[in-house]
Structure formats: structure tokens, C-alpha cells
């Protein structure tokens, strides 16, 4: 039997995929089919620098006079490096799962919305989650939920994409 999936978006917003507006969330997938992120009027990770997590340890807001556009939108930074830095290897720091929950995609085949301020870095790559009480049940078992999010994304991400 078909997994009934939700889509956890914040107030006021509009449906995954549907027609933008002010605050609106939408979900985003490239020309090649290989990425869906998650955006807010188009802006990824709220507009927080996705370099920072690495380089600074911490989520750092992004500048809209440092932006690159990859995978359908468009990504803030804090410096001209760091945006540089993205441009030469953007999967080395775009978050895992589009953006959206790492839990929810692993403990509910979800897609939530996330915090930028919620997040870990676990064998060089990103992931975000929807709250701090998220975050904390993440943190129990982080290995064991990257394993069955790696698992459960192709099946979640069809939401989002479903011809690719």
C-alpha cells in the first residue's frame, strides 16, 4: 500500500510546487532532473549562506549581493569566497534532501520545512531540520536516520518531481 505523504509548510504559504507568492514555499527541480530544493520565493535556505555551515560552523544569512543561481534558485552567501566557492563544487554544500527535514524524509517519508538554525554537518555533508525538538531527536541516532533518509528520499522526492 502507497505511503500517504504530507508536506509540513509554514503559515500562510502555498502548496509545494504550486504558484509562488509573497512568503510562498516551493519546491524547485533543475533542468536535469537530479536536484529539488527546497526555496522560499525562490531564495534557498532562507537566504542563509550554505558555505558558512562548513567554513564557520554556523548558519551566517546570506547577502543578496552575493548570489549564485544553481538548480532552479538562487543561493545567498556572506562573501564573494564563499559564493565562489559554491560555484566551483555546489553539491559539496547544498544541504541533503532539497533542503527540507532530514528527519521527516527518514522517521515519516515527508517533506517538512526546516530552520536554517537547526542543522549538522555529518561526513561532509549538510543536513537541515524542522525545529530544535527535531533537531534533538536527530541528534540520537543521526547515523541511523541518514541511512533510511538516503533510503527513503527517491520515494519521498517524487512529490516533488514526478517525471524524473
Not at 522560499?40 to 549562506?49: F, K, L, S, W
Not at 538548480?71 to 541533503?96: H, I, K, L, M
Amino acid at each position: 500500500m502507497p505511503t500517504r505523504r504530507r508536506i509540513i509548510i509554514g503559515a500562510g504559504a502555498v502548496a509545494v510546487a504550486a504558484a509562488t507568492g509573497a512568503g510562498a514555499w516551493i519546491a524547485l527541480r533543475d533542468d536535469a532532473g537530479t536536484h529539488a530544493f527546497f526555496a522560499v520565493d525562490g531564495i534557498a535556505i532562507r537566504g542563509t549562506d550554505p558555505v558558512a555551515y562548513f567554513t564557520e560552523a554556523e548558519a551566517i544569512a546570506g547577502s543578496a549581493e552575493y548570489t549564485a543561481e544553481w538548480s532552479g534558485v538562487t543561493w545567498q552567501f556572506a562573501s564573494a569566497e564563499n559564493r565562489d566557492a559554491f560555484v566551483a563544487e555546489p553539491t559539496a554544500y547544498a544541504p541533503q534532501y532539497g533542503g527540507y527535514c532530514a528527519w521527516a524524509v527518514a522517521a515519516k517519508e515527508e517533506l517538512y520545512s526546516t530552520q536554517p538554525e537547526n542543522w549538522s554537518i555529518v561526513d561532509g555533508k549538510l543536513y537541515l531540520n524542522y525545529s530544535d525538538g527535531v533537531q534533538a531527536d536527530w541528534n540520537e541516532d543521526r547515523p541511523g536516520f541518514i541511512a533510511t533518509g538516503d533510503a527513503n528520499w527517491p520515494r519521498v522526492r517524487e512529490v516533488l518531481s514526478p517525471d524524473t
